[in-house]
């Protein structure tokens, strides 16, 4: 059972432009949500995070949404630039619980020039 | 500079051997995990430490082990008794125990080939 879906494999944006990746989740306990990226043959490294009190979380150029009532959050990237291309997951848990991070499966972005 | 280690980075191994993965931390983080990366899914969860001495199966646990006699060493043993081990494997820690919100921190991962 996927609790938490990026349902786009793959984005490709133009260099300059906003990236709008998706993530989806089906358990109404998770109340902490994290962004990853991760480059080829590398590990993944933390990007941002919002808690469930929030709606929104700037870093610079990357801003998370988050919809309680849809279970969606959004990342978006303004501008793109070449060096975001890469696989982003989204990944939440319920920190009341003893659980542990639950992942998605990824969406790899391509920023093209 | 801080940070996990993870060695080596290739390993190749016949099947029906058992092969271990290194994983090295001098970040001073009480937990760390082991995970599997698949093509086409997400990170999975194999196994994690919160503390010395102790450790939790995580959602795939069958087919491996690891131990955790010291903070800044959690290594991960593919048996096989793994039905698919051919994958790339991450290794992260954090502040923990109670900290799982926490960002981890990966190592660049192992990708393991077994033939």
């Known amino acids: 059972d996927q609790q938490v879906k990026q349902n786009s494999p793959s984005l490709s944006v133009q260099e300059g432009r906003i990236s709008i990746l998706n993530c989806d989740y089906t358990?109404?306990?998770?109340?902490?949500f994290l962004w990853y990226k991760k480059y080829p043959a590398e590990g993944p490294t933390f990007l941002i995070s919002?808690?469930?009190?929030?709606d929104k979380n700037e870093d610079g150029r990357f801003t998370v949404f988050l919809n309680k009532s849809a279970k969606h959050l959004s990342l978006h990237i303004v501008p793109s630039q070449p060096g975001d291309s890469a696989v982003y997951f989204c990944?939440?848990?319920?920190?009341?619980?003893?659980?542990?991070?639950?992942f998605g499966t990824g969406t790899r972005l391509q920023v093209t020039l | 500079d801080g940070g996990i280690t993870q060695s080596p980075k290739y390993l190749f191994r016949k099947e029906g051997q058992n092969v271990t993965l290194s994983c090295e931390q001098n970040l001073n983080h009480d937990a760390m995990y082991w995970y599997r990366q698949d093509p086409g899914q997400g990170l999975r969860l194999i196994y994690y430490s919160q503390i010395v001495n102790d450790f939790q199966k995580g959602d795939i646990a069958e087919g491996y082990s690891v131990s955790r006699e010291k903070k800044e060493s959690f290594p991960l043993t593919v048996t096989s008794a793994q039905k698919n081990p051919t994958a790339f494997y991450l290794c992260?820690?954090?502040?923990?125990?109670?900290?799982?919100?926490?960002?981890?921190?990966f190592g660049n991962g192992t990708r393991l080939t077994v033939t």
């Open positions: 992260a820690s954090s502040i923990g125990p109670e900290r799982d919100w926490a960002p981890l921190h």
């Open positions: 919002i808690s469930s009190i929030k």
């Open positions: 358990n109404s306990m998770f109340d902490y």
């Open positions: 990944a939440a848990i319920n920190t009341g619980t003893a659980s542990k991070l639950t």
